[in-house]
């Protein structure tokens, strides 16, 4: 019967079939220890969405040395860009900081490749 505020940190792609729910982990704060391992809550998420939010399909990060990163095309090469994400929507992530609007991502291949790598692109 208690309301409290927290955010999310985690959704977990996977949606049950039978309940459509998903999995989600939350950073509430719990002053007094009211709030005990093993509760369940019912949660009201507000989203509204960001036009101006960049999101890469998930297929297009790369984790490297403990970091998620993407490639950029420059000319005919690849580089590595680290980047800083935010909200994962299952299939697409959001990047917070390491791109512009006017980037190029590699969406298909991007774990086989490797900083300065030549590529040609299609489509």
């Known amino acids: 019967g208690r309301e409290h505020t927290g955010r999310i940190r985690t959704v977990f792609p996977a949606v049950a079939v039978e309940t459509r729910s998903v ?3 939350a950073i509430v704060p719990n002053p007094g ?3 005990k391992p093993g509760f369940y809550a019912s ?3 507000p989203l509204a969405a960001d036009p101006r939010a ?3 399909p998930r297929s297009a990060l790369v984790r490297r040395e403990g970091m998620e990163n ?3 095309l420059n000319g005919d090469r690849v580089k590595l860009v680290p980047v800083q994400t935010g909200l994962d929507a299952g299939d697409k ?3 917070l900081a390491g791109l512009t609007p006017h980037d190029l991502v590699v ?3 991007a774990d086989t490749l490797r900083d ?3 590529v040609s692109v299609r489509g």
Request: cysteine-free; glycine content about 8%.
């Open 33 to 35: 220890y009211r709030l």
């Open 107 to 109: 969406v298909a291949g």
């Open 70 to 72: 993407v490639f950029v």
């Open 43 to 45: 949660v009201r998420v």
């Open 93 to 95: 992530i959001e990047v």
């Open 116 to 118: 300065g790598d030549r």
């Open 54 to 56: 960049l999101v890469v």
């Open 23 to 25: 999995r989600a982990e």
